[in-house]
Structures are given as C-alpha cells and as structure tokens.
C-alpha cells in the first residue's frame, strides 16, 4: 500500500516548478535594464552586462551547491539559495550611480549564487520524488516554467 506522500507528489510538482520560474529571473533582466541605466547612469552596455554575469556566477556556484545538495540536502541548499537571492534584491540598494561594479559584485555576484544553489535543488528534489517518473516531472516543470519566461 502506497504512503500518503507517495499517492500527493502533485504539490511538489508544484513547488519545484514555482521554484523554477522564480530563479528563471535573470532572464527578465531586459525588462529591468533601461530602468536600472536610467536609475544608476549606467550605459546601456553597463546594464547589459549584469545577465550575463548572472550566468557565469550561476555556472561557478551551481558546484558549490550540488556538494551542499550531496553532503547535507536539498533543502539545505535550497534555503541557502534562497537566503543569498533575498540577500542580492536587497543589495541593490547598495549599487552606486556611475559605478556598476557595485551593482555587479552586490546584485550580480549574489544572485548567480542563489540561483547555483537553488536551481540544481529544485530539480534534484523533483526528481527523488518522481523517480519512476522523472521525463513526466522534468517535462511538466520545464514546461511551464518556459512559458512563464515567454510571460514575462
């Protein structure tokens, strides 16, 4: 006889696949850029370069946070992930006019981070839990969180 938690893996389904559209973030950056060159001086070129930089620290950190996914769990990485992309809107405050370095060692650096430990969490967490189903869940998840991006 199946566990309760077995028979209702549909709200980790749903919680992964939020999960996923929150951190698919960066990928809004364009909506923000013109605001934050306006806000801060920053050239259009200046502003530009914060998704990308997102990405590499997102590539760099998604290391760190599979071994804390491994060595402790996903949830761990996960609260962690989330800790640092709360700590990287509130950083934004901390970006200077004329000097986007701020905006890229605050927001940039700190975001990429949370998004490395988060990302790599959510999916390993859905996959455990759909492990006999893992193309449906990867699928699903993936899915939606795509069309929120054409959303945006």
Same mark, same amino acid.
């Given at each position: 006889?199946? +566990? ?9 389904? #749903? ?19 013109? /605001? *934050?060159?306006?806000?801060?001086? %920053?050239?259009?070129?200046? @502003?530009?370069? #914060? ?7 997102? @590539? =760099?950190?998604?290391?760190? &946070?599979?071994? *804390? ?12 992930? +989330? &800790?640092?992309?709360?700590? #990287? ?5 901390? $970006? ?7 905006? /890229? =060692?605050?927001?940039?650096?700190? %975001?990429? $981070?949370? /998004? ?5 969490? $959510? ?6 839990? /759909? ?8 699928? *699903?998840?993936?899915? *939606? #969180? &795509?069309?929120?991006?054409? @959303?945006?």
């Amino acid at each position: 006889m199946r +566990t309760f938690l077995e028979k209702c893996r549909w709200p980790i389904l #749903a919680a992964a696949t939020l999960m996923k559209c929150i951190v698919f973030f960066p990928n809004g950056w364009a909506v923000f850029q013109p /605001y *934050v060159s306006e806000q801060l001086g %920053y050239t259009a070129g200046e @502003a530009a370069l #914060a998704m990308p930089l997102i990405m590499v620290f997102f @590539a =760099l950190f998604s290391i760190p &946070g599979g071994r *804390v996914q491994d060595r402790l769990s996903p949830r761990t990485a996960a609260w962690t992930g +989330t &800790g640092l992309i709360g700590l #990287a809107f509130l950083s934004v405050r901390l $970006a200077r006019p004329g000097q986007p370095l701020t905006l /890229y =060692l605050g927001f940039c650096l700190l %975001y990429g $981070a949370g /998004y490395g430990f988060l990302f790599p969490a $959510a999916n390993a967490a859905l996959l455990k839990w /759909y492990a006999d189903r893992t193309g449906f869940a990867g699928g *699903v998840s993936s899915s *939606v #969180a &795509g069309l929120y991006l054409v @959303a945006q």
